[in-house]
């Protein structure tokens, strides 16, 4: 065999490394920003932001008053900390007013990746970080690693048994951030 075929072989398998490596690793992603800025359910502080309406029913034993929420209720909320990569922001769980769920993400900030998806965890916020890679319910890819973001929740979820949300890589099993959920 000549040198120039074992050059070219070697050019040859180093090349698809390289595009495989790239593929994988997508290291652009570490300077690069995405940022989405969707219309919050909870605008501001989501502690008490919902309006409500007041029903007076009348009974022998005198009015008992009933007060009905009319927009989104904040069931549940934290802020994000930090697992694989620096995170900021608050995530939400909020009632919708037709009765169905979501979770929001304020002013959300960590870093790019590949494969980032938003997972419901079984798991508290403060277990370890591979204990978030099992026992999820996944929300769908990670919309952008900056600003405000709305998931819609799907009817099937069991919200007694959602304790956090979580930043997840799929690709490299990783978790970037995870927040609590647990209602009070």
């Known amino acids: 065999m000549s040198k120039r075929v074992v050059v070219l072989g070697v050019a040859g398998v180093l090349a698809v490394a390289l595009v495989v490596g790239l593929y994988l690793f997508q290291p652009w992603r570490l300077v690069t920003e995405r940022t989405v800025d969707e219309q919050l359910l909870l605008p501001g502080p989501t502690s008490a932001t919902t309006q409500a309406v007041t029903t007076t029913v009348v009974t022998t034993t005198g009015p008992a008053v009933t007060t009905t929420p009319v927009g989104p209720v904040a069931l549940a909320s934290g802020p994000f900390r930090s697992l694989e990569h620096e995170t900021t922001g608050t995530a939400t769980l909020v009632r919708l007013p ?9 002013a959300l900030e960590t870093s790019d990746g590949p ?38 929740v799907p009817a099937e979820v069991d919200l007694k048994t959602v304790r956090s949300v979580v930043i997840w890589c799929k690709r490299f099993s990783a978790g970037f951030a995870v927040a609590p959920l647990q209602q009070q």
């Open 98 to 106: 037709g009765g169905g769920h979501a979770v929001q993400f304020e």
């Open 115 to 152: 494969d980032l998806h938003v997972y419901l965890s079984d798991k508290p916020s403060d277990s370890p970080e591979a204990a978030f890679g099992s026992g999820f319910t996944n929300l769908g890819e990670l919309r952008g690693n900056r600003g405000n973001q709305v998931y819609p």
